[in-house]
């Protein structure tokens, strides 16, 4: 049996070593395992404890690694500290998790040592319900963690979700964490036990679909454009990666039966894979691409593209492009799109997959992070745009105008002028903490409206109203929420002092001042 297929099984979330307990030994995942910003902080934590009595909680969601992290670490602090691994189990069959937690937190006010505790936030809220009134001290210091507020010094909170997977660095978005793994997963040395398997698979002659993916994967640019997906589903469908479903999904790109450029797109099983399968690039309606398929579908030759195909698959084992498969090439090409390869057939189409709005976006953010004032203010100014000509769709040329419609009826438009501004001040002054969105802080004619919060796609719904597009049923979640703000800002230009009345070529304005109504007329 392929040794690289029986490594590549217990990624899976299915496999008997996807949780970690306490009976949990593998040297494949300590060799995976990634040392995170969470997992220092509960280190520091534990030594700086050490000669005091304390309950450390460590928690975050089903996943993410918490009984690895405190698995870890058991031999070394075993003298001074008791460990429940995991608050979702209990110690036997008749016993709740929650009956569990009480034992733990028994044997701990009966005990010298300290305690920690690997836990989820359902299970707190489920303790401050059923957990034991004999343990009123530690239900109080729950909920305190979980309303945000401090406890005191013999209670420690270690939350998963304050140590994001996704990072700033140099105005762009990083997921170290993945990519440490996939590193870890194909780099070409004696110690992974990924590569020497395959190695010795390829020796034995035993080479399926399972070792051309792992091929592909080790690519570096196609790791890169793999991030880069998981950044837009992260910021787009709010896609969240623990290190469960992190290893689920490359264990769905090696497994086959397909192509790991397939796999990525087609695959229902997994979690993260349903997110990207919206991001196929085949989905893309544009000429060169349905140019390109149908020649392909017809067979018309091609000599840039054969060459294209015949070096790529030089570097591999067995063929794994054809032109007879457009959908699996133009794939590719999305993956390649960023790298100089062969003839780079493949940059023919990089206008049709790429997108700026997602580095864009996340430029903006890193602008609010750094008080970068400029770019902050040319977005306001688009924001505005889009108000205008969200509300004036039916009359577009009010925009030029800074005129917003109140009414239309029997020809006759009545509009107000209306200012729109950012609240400088405020923007300047807010901590940020999100990475995938930010607060609009509006001032409309001086009036402060409550804020929203910009999330990347209401940022490209912004984009798309500024390029002439309209809104369709897709959209509608974003809609609800900008048509919120549209109504606030309506509720304040209703109050407005001035008036605006068109109808055919004349335009009447009504300026109410100091008890007096002065009117002027236009021909327009």
Request: net charge negative; proline share 3%.
């Amino acid at each position: 049996m392929s040794q690289l297929k029986i490594l590549i099984e217990k990624l899976s979330k299915s496999s008997p070593e996807a949780v970690n307990t306490l009976n949990f030994d593998s040297s494949l995942f300590e060799y995976l395992h990634v040392v995170t910003k969470v997992e220092e902080k509960y280190l520091e934590t534990l030594e700086s404890n050490l000669n005091k009595k304390c309950i450390i909680f460590l928690s975050g969601s089903s996943g993410d690694g918490k009984s690895a992290i405190i698995n870890k670490y058991i031999s070394k602090y075993s003298p001074n500290y008791d460990f429940h691994v995991d608050a979702t189990h209990s110690f036997a069959p008749q016993q709740t998790s929650i009956q569990a937690l009480d034992d733990s937190f028994d044997k701990y006010k009966n005990d010298d040592k300290s305690l920690v505790v690997g836990i989820n936030i359902g299970i707190m809220i489920n303790y401050l319900y059923d957990g034991s009134e004999t343990h009123s001290d530690i239900k109080k210091a729950i909920q305190s963690f979980l309303q945000k507020q401090a406890s005191n010094e013999e209670f420690h909170f270690i939350n998963f979700e304050d140590y994001p997977k996704f990072e700033f660095s140099d105005k762009q978005i990083v997921v170290p964490f993945v990519q440490k793994i996939l590193a870890k997963i194909t780099v070409e040395s004696e110690s992974n036990p990924f590569y020497k398997a395959f190695i010795t698979d390829v020796n034995a002659d035993t080479v399926s679909i399972i070792h051309q993916n792992f091929k592909l994967l080790s690519k570096l640019e196609i790791q890169k454009s793999i991030i880069d997906l998981l950044i837009l589903v992260h910021f787009k469908y709010e896609q969240f990666i623990t290190a469960r479903t992190l290893m689920d999904f490359v264990y769905i790109l090696l497994k086959g039966p397909k192509l790991l450029v397939n796999q990525l797109f087609e695959e229902t099983s997994n979690q993260i894979i349903q997110n990207i399968r919206k991001e196929d690039p085949i989905l893309n309606r544009t000429y060169p691409l349905d140019k390109f398929i149908l020649e392909c579908s017809t067979n018309k030759y091609d000599e840039d593209l054969n060459q294209f195909i015949n070096e790529f698959n030089s570097t591999c084992k067995e063929p794994m492009l054809s032109q007879s498969e457009p959908f699996t090439l133009l794939r590719m090409f999305f993956l390649l799109r960023n790298s100089v390869f062969s003839n780079n057939y493949h940059h023919k189409f990089q206008n049709c997959f790429y997108s700026e709005s997602i580095h864009s976006f996340i430029e903006l953010i890193s602008n609010h992070f750094n008080n970068d004032s400029k770019p902050i203010k040319a977005f306001y100014k688009e924001l505005k745009n889009a108000i205008l000509l969200y509300v004036n769709k039916k009359f577009p040329s009010l925009v030029s105008k800074n005129l917003l419609m109140l009414s239309y009826m029997k020809g006759t438009i009545i509009a107000t002028p209306i200012e729109i501004r950012e609240d400088i001040n405020k923007i300047k002054n807010f901590q940020y903490e999100t990475l995938t969105s930010f607060p609009l802080f509006l001032k409309v004619n001086d009036q402060e409206i409550n804020p929203l919060h910009v999330t990347f796609n209401m940022y490209q719904l912004l984009l798309s109203l500024n390029s002439g597009f309209r809104p369709n049923k897709h959209d509608r979640n974003t809609i609800v929420l900008f048509e919120e703000l549209i109504q606030s800002i309506l509720e304040i230009a209703t109050k407005s002092k001035t008036l605006s009345v068109i109808k055919h070529t004349s335009q009447l304005d009504f300026k109410y001042i100091d008890d007096e109504i002065e009117v002027t007329k236009y021909d327009i």
